[in-house]
Nanobody
Framework: VQLQASGGGLVQAGGSLGLSCAAS????????MGWYRQAPGKERELVAT???????KYADSVKGRFAISRDNDKKTVYLQMNSLKPEDTAVYYC????????????????????WGQGTLVTVSS
């Protein structure tokens, strides 16, 4: 089960950056998709999630600055990050919950979670 994240990079404080994460073709159903982040020396934390119906939740620290969206047909989730702050610096991981995918034998398999590989976002002051 694979999630492929892209985007990220270096940006100055106050700037914007976008992330995207696409589920592999083997995934044929996914409920909630979202983003988590992990800053150096800190635990991984929730950033935002969005379910298949489009209902979104955000961490208090990013409300009003970040926007999560998804394309169900493309099985892709996006994170638009605006007004970035140095404290947003972290490795961002995409996540999918309640995933159904085909294994190598083309049998349907259920997985509670799937994770992307992480992409680094660095915000300079």
């Amino acid at each position: 089960v694979q999630l492929q994240a892209s985007g990220g990079g270096l940006v100055q404080a106050g700037g914007s950056l976008g992330l995207s994460c696409a589920a592999s073709r083997s995934i044929f159903r996914v409920d909630t998709m979202g983003w988590y982040r992990q800053a150096p020396g800190k635990e991984r934390e929730l950033v935002a999630t969005i379910n298949s119906g489009g209902s979104a939740k955000y961490a208090d620290s990013v409300k009003g600055r970040f926007a999560i969206s998804r394309d169900n047909d493309k099985k892709t989730v996006y994170l638009q990050m605006n007004s970035l702050k140095p404290e947003d610096t972290a490795v961002y991981y995409c996540n999918a919950e309640d995933v159904m995918f085909y294994n190598d034998d083309y049998a349907p398999v259920a997985a509670r979670y799937a994770w992307g590989q992480g992409t680094l976002v660095t915000v300079s002051s």
